[in-house]
């Protein structure tokens, strides 16, 4: 099964020479089934990444999908490739959005040198963040000079942004009373770009305003900051659907990649990054084994026994693991 599935579709080779369609049967795959294509996967090595990832994310409707789609047309005039993963929270049979995601972003559906990809969380607990990190572990291994990664901010999946991306963008959009949603939702502590999109519509010097007030509080002194380089996002007024101000938030992204370049910090980022999906996935193989190990009716009775005989929590794991220990020696 693993044989015949690899000569169809895991073609490595495609991947890395721009075949889409072998590109979306592994995606699948990786989504689906990773364990399945844990090796190939490896293979797509996470080190030595040039490639740019940029996580946009921001409140419900503010007009992410919109920016990336005009921020994507102008990577596309200057001759970037973009793959695009639009992380949607709700399910792909109800999610309205996911359809209007696709819709707006049709106008570059054309494009050879734009891949659109939408991952559902299908109400999934965890993983998510990850299965989000293999597709775009992916894409920039397909050869895309840029990977943007769209969430709905606001705390509406489990997917850190700015644990995916070195640079992140939350998008704003000016309303009524509303100019300190970014704030409410803690969005502002992970901005690295902060933008005020439909400034088409009234207040959006308002919100900008603001929003550079309520930076000003928080944002760290060079005393306070040490030695540490500091960065002070930039605040950005688009209007995605004319197009205007895009150029602006190119530049103000071009400008964080070389920062982040210049201070050695690109290479912190991916350090941190593997460090934490190692401890991830240490945790996911030793439960797996457990779970492998020890029947469910087993492991009811194992926590049954240890109520009943009043054991202490701590000790009964370490029962369990002698048993384990036991058992992987007979
Ligand atoms: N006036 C105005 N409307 C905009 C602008 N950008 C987007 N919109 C509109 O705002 C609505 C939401 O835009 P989207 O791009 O789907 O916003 P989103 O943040 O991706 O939405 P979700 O993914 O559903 O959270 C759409 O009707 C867009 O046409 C803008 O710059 N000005
Ligand atoms: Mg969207």
Known sequence: M????????????????GDRRALSRFLTLVENNRDAVAEELAELSPYADDRQIIGVTGPPGSGKSTLIAALTKL???GGRTVAIVAVDPSSPFTGGALLGDRIRLKALAGDKGVFI???ASRGSLGGLAWRTQDVVRVLAAAGFDTVIVETVGAGQTEVDIAGLSPTTIVVQ????GDDVQANKAGLLEIADILVV????????????????AMLDLGH???AKAGDKPIWVPPIVLTSAIEERGVKDLAECIASHFSYLQKHGLLVAFQATQLRAEFMYRLRETLQGRLFDT?????????????VQERIDPQCAVDQLLQKLEFRRRR
């Open 197 to 212: 999109n439909k400034s088409d519509l009234p207040g959006a010097e308002r919100a900008k305003n603001a929003l550079k």
């Open 220 to 222: 760290p002194t060079k």
């Open 75 to 77: 990577y596309r005039e």
């Open 2 to 17: 693993r044989a015949a599935s690899r000569s169809v579709d895991l073609n490595l080779e495609g991947i890395r020479s």
């Open 117 to 119: 990809r939408s991952m």
């Open 173 to 176: 959009a000016p309303g009524a």
């Open 294 to 306: 020890f029947t469910a009716e087993e492991f009811a009775g194992i926590i049954t026994h240890m």
